[in-house]
């Protein structure tokens, strides 16, 4: 088992979701982060001050994955992340020694199954498409 980390461009969030979804990976945690990596800082007038936005918005997103679901994770996150510029984020990968689902007291592999995952999946699936549409129809 594997803990999977990725930092990524906000925006890029929902590609990604429903691309991690498809892989079949349904558990995920999502924490609203600011960084700096390689990206410019961005300098900007506030009030007649400058100002120096050191730190980027981003979003981090966590999952924990057996072992066939691994790669699949990876290349669907470098498949819907990458846009080729600086600040396109990063991927953590981690061993887990042990995982335990408190509601039933499953270890391991048994506890990372969704005992809902069909639905999450479909679900995730129809957002992300409603998400590309709306996102067609600003761009036209």
């Known amino acids: 088992m594997k803990l999977i980390t990725t930092i990524v461009r906000p925006e890029r969030l929902p590609d990604v979701k429903a691309a991690l ?7 995920i945690t999502l924490s609203r982060v600011s960084g700096h990596g390689g990206e410019q800082e961005i300098v900007s007038q506030y009030r007649g001050t400058t100002v120096v936005m050191e730190f980027h918005e981003k979003v981090k997103i966590e999952m924990v994955c057996s072992e066939p679901f691994v790669e699949p994770c990876i290349k669907a996150i470098l498949a819907s992340a990458r846009t080729g510029e600086v600040g396109d984020g990063k991927i953590f990968v981690q061993a887990i020694e042990r995982v335990i689902r408190i509601r039933t007291g499953e270890n391991d592999n048994a506890a990372l199954t969704a005992v809902n995952a069909d639905a999450v999946q479909r679900a995730a699936l129809e957002t992300a498409q409603h998400a590309g549409a709306v996102a067609g129809e600003e761009e036209s």
Request: neutral net charge; hydrophobic residues 45%; proline residues 0%.
């Open 21 to 27: 979804f498809q892989a079949g990976v349904t558990g």
